[in-house]
């Protein structure tokens, strides 16, 4: 008996039938699903999609295989919706392949058998599927080939430029390594005192207006990554716009090509579908460790994350599963967790080395830091930057609150500053974080009793506090000059910061 539509609940649906899987990707009227919850001779499928049109009765297809994407050459530089539908106009279909397995060559899994160049600065490099190694009984020559054609043969069978892979599955490393050097963002108050390593993870809470999405495009524009995955998750359509719009028209600084060249943005907007929205996070992470295990160094922007947590508040009301705080599910925490857990510095199945950052933005209502998505996120990511309302409304951005703010990466990428930039790099950072703490004191104190009660000491720390927030803190994003500093310059700032003006790095007014 055919499997067939009994009760709409929005995204949310209950089929009659057997012989579902946990997880299938199912198809209603044309419209993508998937199993969500099975019982005796009934599904629960959550649509990615409107179920406008959709009836009791309407048949289920079955696909037998779960929610997947089609790893292919052509990706970078698209835009496409939460799973992985295009929205821009296709690549062409054909790629000039260069193979490089060799006939009677034997190859492990994950190994790279061909390449493809898919723009001027990104290389796709055609990789073993999982479970598929031995010996090359056959390897095309280098021509022209469509993505799905066969290239080589392995033991009897044919592999092609693409691979499918369920989005919510990991893909296998040979072994993660330590974060030990920085992502470069050009960005002073996260590069010189709150950095993030290559292949960590960052949450960036703030209120409405201070600036998330606007820090995230100043990383994604200037970051030392390879390759951008920029993951538009239930944000207004103007802002993904802009993006669009500013990416086509940035060159990247290394090559000189545009930028987009290297980044695929994922939009879904808040208007469009809340399951896709869901998925969307997965989709992202999936099509970045892709690229991770051709050996590119990979940053994830998840703008936002609390959009996304939204979304699973609502499928779960519609499944009537008992809420939790704030109505979230039981389960928010272990879905927080296992996006971020699949950021990392790896070493790949085929020897290459490669990594996934993920800086994701959280949205508390009413800047709550203490609401459930930002505790969470808090908990499973090792850097913090809090943006403060205050200095957002003061026009004074990245609205970083020193005080609020944290990296967890310090021990780890201090012996990198002492290598690469100068041994003083770390103090000097001190130095400043110490100033900028003790100017909230003294700001408290001033409120209270009036700036005449200060000593000469403290009104000079207030002063330097002041020369620090104005010349190094505040970036201008739309100056060419100052929407990128390099670390040297950083260094430079931070010396003429510390070293002058009475504030001394033995200076005993700060012990």
Known sequence: MAAVVYGVNGPVLTVLGENFTMGEMVRVNGLLGEVIRLEARQATVQLYESAAGIKPGALVEKTERPLSLTLRPGLIGGIFDGIMRPLSQGKADKWHVTVTAR???LLGEGAIFAEVKETEIVTYRAMLPSGVFGEVTYAAADGEYCHDEEIIKIGGR???LSQTWSIRVPRAVKRKLPAAIPLITGQRVIDSLFPIAMGGTCAIPGGFGTGKTMTQHQIAKHCNADIIIYIGCGERGNEM??????????????SGFPLLMRTVLIANTSDMPVAAREASIYTGI????CYRDMGYHVAVMADSTSRWAEALRELSARLEELP??????????????SFYERAGYVENLNGTHGSVTIIGAVSPQGADFSEPVTLHTKRFTRCFWALDRRLAYARHFPSINPSLSYSGYLPELDKWYKENIDPLFPEYREKILQILYKEEILLETVKLVGADALS???TALLAAARRIRKTFTAQNAFDEVDTFCALERQFEIMRGVCGGGG?????KRMD
């Open 241 to 254: 716009t802009e993006v669009l719009e500013s990416f086509a028209g940035l060159k990247d600084p290394k």
């Open 324 to 337: 939790a705080e704030e109505g979230y599910p039981a389960y928010l925490a272990a879905r927080i967790a």
């Open 103 to 105: 006939q009677g060559e």
């Open 158 to 160: 044919g592999v092609s």
């Open 503 to 507: 504030i001394g790095l033995r200076d």
């Open 456 to 458: 000469a000491e403290e």
């Open 286 to 289: 999936t099509l970045a460790e």
